[in-house]
C-alpha cells in the first residue's frame, strides 16, 4: 500500500459534477462523474460517494479487504479542494441572497452616480436593504476626500435591516484606512458581517462596489457550501480539511471562502484550465474543453490562465473582477446537426440516448464525429451501431452527406475561435479536455499540436485538486524613486494574502506583477498588481 | 431625452477611440432625469441673442474619472460662479466634446440645473486638449474658466490665451485630485453661431440608432455615418507607451474576407489620429477615424483593443471649421507631432479606390 496523502478534487459544473483522486505523486487513481443536481449540493454527495466508491479497491490487498479496508483508505484523505457553482447560480437565479446594507464612503464625490445605478431592478429589490454615500473616502495620492464621519454611519445602518453591510470607499486600493474603521465599527457596534471593497476588487469605483455588495449577499450561500462540504465529510469519516477554488484557479480556505464568497464565481472554467496544464505538462498552450452543449477556450501562461482584460458581468452586475479570458462557443458533443448546419441547440445531458451513436435518432456533432473516425479513447461499438443507424436509414447517402459537411462547419467554427486566442502566435500546443475532447480534429492551424492528455474528461476536477493558495494586491504608487522599494512592500502584502488563504509560507512565490503607467497626472504614477501563490501549507 | 443608450453608443463612435468611458455619464444621465426630469434639446437658433450657454466638461485622469466619480453639486457651484461674474443665470448647457464620456455627461448636468441642453458641441468629435475647440479656431477669447471640484471649491481663471488657459486649468485639476468639472468659453448665443458645431447631440443621437435592431449593424452605421470603411479584420497588434501624460501606441489590423492581405496601421494617441496601409495615408486627423466591432458595430476604445479582436476601420469627414487653416493649425496632423500635410479623407479614400 502506497504511503502518504490522499486529496480529493471536485468540480460542479453545469452538467455534471466531477470527482478525482489523487496521490501523494499527483497521480489519478480514481475518477467519477455525477449528473449536477438542481440544489447542487445532492449532486456533490452522489460524485463524492461515487469516487470514494472507486477508491476503496485500491492500495486494498486481498487479505485486507473487508469492513475495515475502506476507512483505511478514506483516512488518508486530507485534503478535499471544491469548485462549485451555488455562488453563481445563487445570483443568476435570485435566490438564498442576503439583504445588504449598501455604504459608499466619498460624498460629496461620486453623488451623481449612487451605489447600484446599474443594477437589474429584480436583483437590486432582492439584495439591497438601503444604500447611502456617506463622507469619506481618499483621492487618487492618498489624502483625505474628508474626515470619516460615524455618526452618519450610525444614522444609516439604524434606520435599516440588513443581513450584512458592504463597504466601499472611494481609492481604496490605494488607501483602506476609512473601510478598515467602519469595518470595524459594523462589527463592534452591529454585530453583521461586513464586505470591505478593497479585499475584493481593484479600481474602478463602481464595478468594484457591485462586486462587493454581491460579495455580502452570498455571506449565507457561502455558510450553506462550507456545512454542507464539512458535513458530507464528517458523515463519510473524512478527516480531511476542505477548502474551495477561486476564479483565478487557486484555492483558499473555507475560512477564507466564507469571508469571499464571490471569489468563488468563475472558478469552474480557471480549474479546466488548470487542471489542462497539470495533466498535459504543458504551461503554455491554449486549451479547448469541451463539453455536451458548449466549448470554452482559454489561454494558459505559465501554467496559470490568462486573464479577461474586460469587465465581467455576473448575473446582468458589471464587476471588475479578474476572470479567466475565457471565449465560450455553442459546439459540444450533444450540438444538434441538420441540414448542413451544427447547433447552437444541443441534446445536453440526453446525448446517452438520443445520439445515433448510443442507438437514438437524433444527428449530433459526436455522430459526424464518429463517422470521420474519431473516437474517444475506449470507446466501444460507438462505429458499429452508427453505421448500423445510417444503412438502415432510407436516405443512408444523404446522411454520410450531412454529418460530413456537419463537421466541416464545426471544424470551422472551432477554427476561428482558436485563432481568436491565439493572438497570432502559431508554436503553442492546444489542449483538448472535457467529455469532448475527441471531437476536435487531430491538426488545427495555428497550434504547434493537439494534446489530448489521460483523464482529460475530469480535467477541471483534477484542477481543483492540484491548485495552490493565492493573494494578490492592486494598488498605486508613485513612479519615482521611491518605487522599488513600494514594489517590495506590495509583494510582501501579496504573500501575506496568499498565506492568509492557505498557503505554506516558506513556498509562496510571486508569480504576477503587473505595472500600468497612469495618464495625465502631474506626479507619475504607475499602478501594480501583484500575485502570490503558493502549496497550501501542511 | 430618454434615449440615452443610443446617446451613449453614438458619442461612444464619436469619440474616435478617446474621450472616455460613456457608460458613468449614462448612468449620471438616467439617474439625473430620474430624479430631475427630462431635459430639453433646444438649437442656437431658438435662443436670444442675449442667452448665457456654458460649455462643460469633465477634466482629468481617465482613471481617476471612474473611481472619484463626480459630486452632483458640481455643475451647481459653475453656474452660480457664471451668474456672478455675467450678472444673469445661464440659459442652456453644452458639452465641450460630444465624443466620449464628455457627449453623455452634460445631459445630467443640465437635468441637475434644470436647463435645457444645446444641440451643439465644440469638437463634433473628442480631443486630448483644452484648446481644441471650435470656439478657439473661431478666435473666441479664452479669456475665463470657472472650474468646480468634488469638495466645492470653485476656481475662476483669467487666462491671457488658449495654451495659458490649457496650462493653467491642468495645474487646479491636479490639485484638486486629477478630477474637476470645468466651464470655459462661456458665450452669449450671438457669439455662438459659426463659433459652434451645431446638431452634433441629435447627430449622435442618430448614430447611436442606427445601430439599433438592424440585421447588419456595421452597414447601417457606416452609412449613417457615410464613412468609407478602411478595413475590415483582425486586430494582430497592439503596443502603447506613455509619453508626456498621453497614452501613444499603434494597433495593426490584417484585412480578412474580401481585405484579406491587406495591412492597416492605426497610430493612436488617446484618440486614432493616423490610418496608414502600405506607406499610404488613408485618413488623418481631424478627419474621424472610429474602430468598431464588427458584429455590433459597437465602437472600441483604444485603451480597449485587444488583440484578435474582429474590426471594421471607419473614416468620416470632420466639421469644416477643422479644415480651415486655423482649425488645422489646432488640430491637424502636426498638432500631434505627425509631419503630414492634411488631405481630407474623401480624397485619399478615392485615390485609394483608383488605384
Same mark, same amino acid.
Given at each position: 500500500m502506497a504511503e502518504g496523502d490522499l486529496r480529493v478534487g471536485i468540480d460542479v459544473g453545469g452538467t455534471n459534477t466531477d470527482a478525482v483522486v489523487l496521490d501523494a505523486s499527483d497521480r489519478v487513481i480514481a475518477k467519477a462523474k455525477r449528473p449536477t443536481s438542481p440544489d447542487v449540493t445532492r449532486g456533490l454527495r452522489a460524485a463524492l460517494d461515487a469516487v470514494l466508491a472507486e477508491l476503496t479497491p485500491y492500495g486494498t490487498d486481498p487479505a485486507g479487504s473487508g469492513p475495515g479496508a475502506a476507512h483505511a483508505v478514506w483516512s488518508r484523505i486530507t485534503r478535499v479542494m471544491l469548485g462549485t457553482t451555488h455562488a453563481t447560480n445563487a445570483i443568476l437565479e435570485r435566490r438564498n441572497l442576503g439583504r445588504v446594507a449598501v455604504l459608499r464612503l466619498g460624498a460629496p464625490a461620486t453623488t451623481s452616480v449612487p451605489p447600484l445605478s446599474d443594477w437589474p431592478a429584480d436583483l437590486r429589490e432582492v439584495v439591497s436593504a438601503g444604500e447611502a454615500v456617506v463622507p469619506g473616502g481618499h483621492y487618487v495620492d492618498g489624502r483625505e476626500i474628508g474626515p470619516l464621519d460615524p455618526d452618519a454611519v450610525r444614522r444609516f445602518l439604524d434606520g435599516v435591516a440588513a443581513d450584512a453591510v458592504a463597504v466601499t470607499s472611494v481609492f481604496s486600493p490605494a488607501n483602506d484606512e476609512h473601510e478598515r474603521v467602519v469595518e470595524e465599527l459594523v462589527r463592534r457596534e452591529y454585530g453583521l458581517p461586513v464586505s470591505v471593497s478593497h479585499e475584493l476588487g481593484s479600481l474602478g469605483l463602481l464595478e468594484r462596489e457591485n462586486a462587493t455588495v454581491l460579495n455580502a449577499a452570498l455571506y449565507t450561500v457561502a455558510g450553506h457550501v462550507i456545512s454542507a462540504l464539512t458535513t458530507a465529510l464528517a458523515e463519510r469519516g473524512l478527516p480531511a480539511r476542505p477548502y474551495l477554488a477561486q476564479n483565478d484557479g487557486t484555492l483558499m480556505t473555507v475560512e477564507h471562502a466564507a469571508r469571499?464568497?464571490? *471569489?468563488?464565481?468563475? *472558478?469552474g472554467p480557471a480549474n479546466s484550465l488548470r487542471g489542462a496544464a497539470f495533466l498535459s505538462g504543458v504551461e503554455d498552450a491554449i486549451v479547448a474543453d469541451v463539453g455536451g452543449t458548449s466549448t470554452d477556450l482559454g489561454v494558459l501562461v505559465g501554467g496559470f490562465p490568462r486573464e479577461s482584460a474586460a469587465a465581467v458581468e455576473i448575473g446582468g452586475v458589471l464587476t471588475n473582477f479578474r476572470m479567466p479570458d475565457i471565449l465560450a462557443i455553442a459546439l459540444g458533443g450533444g450540438s444538434v446537426v441538420r441540414g448542413h448546419a451544427v447547433g447552437p441547440d444541443s441534446v445536453g445531458y440526453r446525448i446517452a440516448e438520443e445520439a445515433l451513436v448510443f442507438g437514438g435518432g437524433t444527428l449530433t456533432l459526436t455522430d459526424a464525429a464518429v463517422a470521420a473516425g474519431r473516437l474517444p479513447p475506449g470507446a466501444s461499438g460507438w462505429r458499429e451501431r452508427l453505421e448500423a443507424a445510417v444503412t438502415a436509414a432510407d436516405m443512408s447517402e444523404d446522411i454520410r452527406d450531412t454529418l460530413q459537411r456537419a463537421l466541416a462547419v464545426a471544424d470551422e467554427l472551432a477554427l476561428d475561435a482558436v485563432d481568436r486566442m491565439a493572438l497570432g502566435r502559431a508554436d503553442r500546443p492546444l489542449v483538448a479536455v472535457g467529455g469532448g475532447a475527441f471531437l476536435l480534429p487531430a491538426r488545427i492551424p495555428g497550434v504547434s499540436r493537439v494534446v489530448r492528455p489521460e483523464h482529460a474528461e475530469v480535467a477541471n476536477a483534477v484542477g481543483a485538486a492540484i491548485a495552490l493558495a493565492s493573494g494578490r494586491v492592486d494598488t498605486i504608487m508613485p513612479a519615482g524613486e521611491s518605487r522599488s522599494k513600494a514594489i517590495e512592500r506590495v509583494k510582501e502584502e501579496a504573500a501575506a494574502r496568499a498565506v492568509a488563504a492557505g498557503a505554506d509560507p516558506s513556498g509562496v512565490q510571486i508569480v504576477d506583477l503587473l505595472e500600468v503607467p497612469l495618464s495625465y497626472l502631474s506626479e507619475p504614477a504607475v499602478r501594480v498588481h501583484v500575485k502570490a501563490a503558493g502549496p497550501l501549507a501542511r | 431625452m430618454k434615449d440615452i443608450p443610443a446617446l451613449a453608443r453614438g458619442c461612444a463612435v464619436l469619440g474616435t477611440g478617446g474621450g472616455g468611458d460613456v457608460r458613468t455619464g449614462a448612468l449620471a444621465a438616467v439617474r439625473a432625469i430620474e430624479a430631475h426630469g427630462e431635459v430639453p434639446l433646444v438649437r442656437l437658433a431658438d435662443l436670444p441673442e442675449d442667452a448665457l450657454i456654458v460649455p462643460l466638461s469633465g477634466i482629468g485622469a481617465p482613471t481617476v474619472s471612474h473611481e472619484m466619480i463626480h459630486g452632483e453639486d458640481e455643475p451647481r457651484r459653475v453656474a452660480e460662479e457664471v451668474e456672478r461674474i455675467f450678472g444673469r443665470p445661464p440659459a442652456a448647457i453644452m458639452s465641450s466634446e460630444i465624443g466620449g464620456a464628455n457627449g453623455v455627461a452634460p445631459v445630467a448636468w443640465a437635468a441637475q440645473l434644470g436647463l435645457p441642453l444645446l444641440d451643439a458641441d465644440g469638437m463634433g468629435r473628442a480631443f486630448p486638449e483644452v484648446q481644441m475647440v471650435s470656439m478657439y479656431v473661431a478666435g473666441l477669447p479664452a479669456d475665463l474658466v470657472v472650474m468646480s471640484d468634488i469638495v466645492g471649491n470653485v476656481v475662476t481663471i483669467r487666462p491671457v490665451d488658449g495654451l495659458w488657459s490649457e496650462r493653467l486649468a491642468r495645474a487646479v485639476c491636479v490639485a484638486a485630485g486629477s478630477h474637476a468639472l470645468m466651464a470655459d468659453y462661456v458665450l452669449t448665443a450671438a457669439r455662438a453661431r459659426g463659433a459652434v458645431i451645431e446638431g452634433t447631440v441629435t447627430r449622435a443621437l442618430e448614430i447611436g440608432r @442606427?445601430?439599433?435592431?438592424? @440585421?447588419?449593424p456595421l452597414a447601417a452605421l457606416q452609412r449613417r455615418l457615410g464613412a468609407a470603411r478602411l478595413i475590415t479584420g483582425k486586430l494582430t497588434d497592439v503596443e502603447r507607451r506613455t509619453t508626456g501624460g498621453f497614452v501613444r501606441g499603434t494597433a495593426t489590423i490584417e484585412g480578412t474576407g474580401d481585405d484579406r492581405g491587406r495591412t492597416l496601421r492605426l497610430e493612436l494617441q488617446n484618440e486614432n489620429l493616423v490610418a496608414v496601409e502600405d506607406g499610404e495615408v488613408r485618413a488623418m486627423v481631424p478627419d474621424l477615424v472610429t474602430v468598431v466591432d464588427t458584429e455590433t458595430a459597437a465602437a472600441i476604445q483604444t485603451e480597449g483593443l485587444r488583440y484578435g479582436q474582429r474590426v471594421a476601420v471607419l473614416a468620416w469627414p470632420c466639421d469644416p471649421l477643422w479644415r480651415t487653416p486655423k482649425g488645422l493649425e489646432t488640430a491637424g496632423p502636426r498638432a500631434f507631432g505627425y509631419d503630414l500635410d492634411y488631405v481630407p479623407v474623401e480624397e485619399l479614400v478615392k485615390e485609394e479606390s483608383r488605384g
Open positions: 469571499l464568497p464571490v *471569489s468563488t464565481i468563475g *472558478s | @442606427a445601430t439599433e435592431g438592424v @440585421a447588419e
